[in-house]
Structure formats: C-alpha cells, structure tokens
Nanobody, 127 residues
Framework: QVQLVESGGGLVQAGGSLRLSCAASGRTFSSYAMGWFRQAPGKEREFVAFVSWSSLSTGYADSVKGRFTISRDNAKNTVYLQMNSLKPEDTAVYYC????????????????????WGQGTQVTVSS
C-alpha cells in the first residue's frame, strides 16, 4: 500500500513556472519508479514524465521535452516536476503515480503500468 499526495499546482501566466511535488508514504519509496501524468477536460490521461528508483533513468513526453524536469529525493520520499515555459495547453490535472520496480529500471509511459495514484493537482496556464 502506497499513498501519494500531490501539491504545488495553481494558476500561472503563459511563460511562467511551477514546481509540483508528490509525497509518498506507506512503503519503501526507493523501490518504486515514479511517473507524472496529466488529464485535461474531455481528454484521456496522458504521460508526462518518468524517473526510475535510482534517478539514473528519465523519460519525457515529446510535448514537454526541454521544458519540464522530473526528479526525486528518496530521503524525503518525494518526487518533483519542475515545469518551465508553461503554455495554455499544459492546463490539466496533474497526477503522480508509483510503479513497483525493485530490480529494474521500471520504465512505463502508460497508466496501466502504474500501481498507485495520487488525487491530482490542478495546473491552469492563462494567456
């Protein structure tokens, strides 16, 4: 059992920055690969970013490459998503997710690849 709680969302102007945080509890955080997903109204949930348990492997959706950075601090049981140069099309509810991966990189870019989910945090980018 893992609980995930996102924070850091809000309203920002286009071109601005936000940093999302996801705090985990309940299990050994270092054994989980972590991902960020987002979902806009009327759209399916889409992959945003991935980081392995060791932070040696990361991956990003093409739409956010060069603008977003995923990182994690295992000592704090927290994963972050630094979002720069935000665009109105980034507006969505952002979710963090955990994937059990004790012995491998654990890469996955689909929601079915993840075992636990947070409740989401709203990010709104205005023009």
């Amino acid at each position: 059992q893992v609980q995930l709680v996102e924070s850091g969302g809000g309203l920002v102007q286009a071109g601005g920055s936000l940093r999302l945080s996801c705090a985990a509890s309940g299990r050994t955080f270092s054994s989980y690969a972590m991902g960020w997903f987002r979902q806009a109204p009327g759209k399916e949930r889409e992959f945003v970013a991935f980081v392995s348990w060791s932070s040696l492997s990361t991956g990003y959706a093409d739409s956010v490459k060069g603008r977003f950075t995923i990182s994690r601090d295992n000592a704090k049981n927290t994963v972050y998503l630094q979002m720069n140069s935000l665009k109105p099309e980034d507006t969505a509810v952002y979710y963090c997710a955990a994937r059990w991966s004790p012995n491998s990189t654990g890469y996955s870019n689909t929601p079915r690849g993840y075992d636990y989910w947070g409740q989401g945090t709203q990010v709104t980018v205005s023009s």
